[in-house]
């Protein structure tokens, strides 16, 4: 007995020994990894200094020049296309290149189906039209996908900062690990965040970080948010509960606009109802009742 105890208390301690030094040696090897690994400043200064469109875009470099663009136009696009998250100076080549290489495409198509025997000047501009207007069409549904991401992400990003502030971080600090820790579940709204982060690395004051972001997205909420920001940065009030009562906000707003899109579906069910569902009650229910007196008023009148 004595023996057995013994036995299972050297198997015990070897076990917890190895284990500790396995798992020492794991953080030993994470930290070094952390150390030599490189930083995400110069991963994202690679990725502007080498955009992902930049192969594309000398791909498509003969037809850039080819329509006409003031610089008020290029501006607009470049800012358009920043909202969607396509900030490099390549995407705005890459746009222009589109608006004359759709309508090409579709008309080629058009050509190869024959469906301009029909109407030849009809199809051809409707195929052209369409095609110049496609990537317009694109930009605008991204950007609202891209505002509506930011919206969603922005109450978890403001908790996540609201906890790194009470823990004893600055602002600055607090939002670039709110940006680390929201790269998986809300990418939109990290990568706008690091932006702030790296804008006041660069010398660029908070306040002007903040109103470059709203300026950025223009997502109302954001906007909102920058006020506020300034607004206790310039009265001195308390971060945390500032943001603490922002993010409440906007989550009774959300639960707000979810029970008002719950309450139209009613309304919008009449359509369908009218248009769809009656008629074919209707038909059902009325339909054997005609046929008899049709044929009643035929044998009477027979």
Sequence with gaps: MALAFVTFVTVFVSISIFGALVLNRRKTARRLSRVTAPPADAILLRTIARPAGYRLEKLLK???RVLPRSPEDVSAIQKRLGRAGY???????????????????LCALCTITGVYEYAPFFVYAVAAGLGFLAPDYWLTNRT???QRELRLGLP?????IVICVEAGLSMDKA???TSEELQLSQPAIADELHLVYLEQRAGCSRTDAWKHLAERTGVDTIRSLTSILIQADKFGTSIGKTLRNFSETLRVQRRQQVEEQAAKTTVKLVFPLVLLIFPSLLLVTIGPSMIVMYEGFKQFLS
């Design 62 to 64: 003969p037809f850039h």
């Design 87 to 105: 900030r490099e100076k390549s995407y705005v080549n890459i746009f222009y290149s589109s608006r004359l290489l759709l309508p090409a495409a």
């Design 144 to 146: 609202a996908a891209r």
């Design 156 to 160: 978890e990003a403001l908790d996540l």
């Design 175 to 177: 939002t670039m690990r």
